[in-house]
Structure formats: structure tokens, C-alpha cells
């Protein structure tokens, strides 16, 4: 946990994956952005529906934009499941349960309108949530809870609704078929 006055650090990260040290996680994305270590949730209830979240609109990067449930960076040395819980604790204000890694090679670059970059080695995390959330308004601003076919065909048809990472988490998901294993009421 990062106490008060302490800076929180992301992974930096070679073209190999490999971590060869840290940077301050307040000044790291810019317009050269490092490759620097992230981590993606997906939720689900237990119904099977998976969880949409709009970015609030005091995001840095992509505010407003519909992606995934969470988003962050393991802290150095940190477990990346423990720091999957630590965001979703934060963000969505539930503990999440059944955290599984499906996707752990994903890697990106993307730059946002403002110019700011994200180019992050990305593994892809799915866990279990309660409907019952509590978000935090600095990190989203609405979300729903919805079929993966749907967000699977919004990431094809309106790629523009949705984070960069997302859509091309989305093509991921299709060709392995991850979510199509998961069961989804109406």
C-alpha cells in the first residue's frame, strides 16, 4: 500500500519483458511513454455476465471510454494477482474472487488524441465480482453488466466506444475462445 508522501512506482520493463527498474507512476505516461509492466481484469458475476466500465472523464488517458473492469500496475515486487485485488478494491469497491490469468504474453501501444502514450506488457486477468459495486468516481464514472457476445461484437463494429486495449484484448478472447466458455444470461 502506498502511504502518504510515498511515490508509487511502475515496473519498467525491456523489450524482453525483463524488469530493469522503476519509475514514478504520476510521470511515466507522456508522449514517450517505457515499456513498463500493467495488468487488464475482466469481471464477471455469477451469472456470467461480464462487467463494462466507463472511464471517468478526470481520467488522464481515454476518459469517458468503456473497457474492462480494471486496469493497473503491480507494484515492484508485488504479487500481480494480489495487485489485481488491491485495484479492484479500489476501483470497484469489491473483493474480487477466482482471479485467473488467461492471456499472459499480451503486450500493446497505444496513443491517445492528447498524445499521451501507453505501451505496456499487459497480462490479461478474469475474476469473479459481486453486482454489488461501490466504484470510486475518480475512476469510473457508470458501468453494465452485459453478454461477452456483446462486448465481443462492440469490439468489432464500434472499436471507437471502447479502450484500444480492450479491442484488441477482444480479438484475443475470439480467436481462443476464452469467453465463449463462460456462461452468459440474456
Given at each position: 500500500m502506498i502511504g502518504e508522501g510515498l511515490v508509487e512506482e511502475v515496473v519498467l520493463?525491456?523489450?524482453?519483458?525483463?524488469?530493469?527498474?522503476?519509475?514514478?507512476?504520476?510521470?511515466?505516461?507522456?508522449?514517450?511513454?517505457?515499456?513498463?509492466?500493467?495488468?487488464?481484469?475482466?469481471?464477471f458475476d455469477q451469472d456470467g455476465r461480464m462487467l463494462l466500465t466507463?472511464?471517468?472523464?478526470?481520467?488522464?488517458?481515454?476518459?469517458?471510454?468503456?473497457?474492462?473492469?480494471?486496469?493497473?500496475?503491480?507494484?515492484?515486487?508485488?504479487?500481480?494477482?494480489?495487485?489485481?485485488?488491491?485495484?479492484?478494491?479500489?476501483?470497484?469497491?469489491?473483493?474480487?474472487?477466482?482471479?485467473?490469468?488467461?492471456?499472459?504474453?499480451?503486450r500493446y501501444r497505444a496513443v491517445d488524441a492528447s498524445g499521451v502514450v501507453e505501451h505496456e506488457v499487459c497480462p490479461v486477468y478474469l475474476a469473479e465480482l459481486s453486482t454489488d459495486l461501490a466504484p470510486d468516481p475518480a475512476e469510473v464514472v457508470s458501468w453494465e453488466w452485459i453478454a461477452p457476445s456483446d462486448f465481443l461484437t462492440a469490439a468489432e463494429t464500434a472499436p471507437f466506444l471502447l479502450s484500444p486495449w480492450s479491442v484488441l484484448q477482444a480479438a484475443e478472447f475470439r480467436r481462443s475462445g476464452l469467453l465463449g466458455q463462460r456462461r452468459a444470461s440474456g
Open positions: 520493463l525491456d523489450v524482453a519483458g525483463s524488469p530493469i527498474g522503476t519509475f514514478d507512476k504520476a510521470l511515466v505516461h507522456g508522449p514517450d511513454t517505457p515499456l513498463h509492466l500493467a495488468f487488464s481484469c475482466y469481471g466507463r472511464r471517468s472523464l478526470a481520467k488522464r488517458t481515454w476518459p469517458g471510454v468503456w473497457t474492462n473492469a480494471c486496469c493497473g500496475h503491480p507494484l515492484p515486487g508485488e504479487d500481480p494477482v494480489d495487485a489485481v485485488a488491491r485495484r479492484v478494491r479500489t476501483e470497484l469497491g469489491v473483493e474480487p474472487r477466482d482471479v485467473r490469468l488467461v492471456l499472459p504474453d499480451f
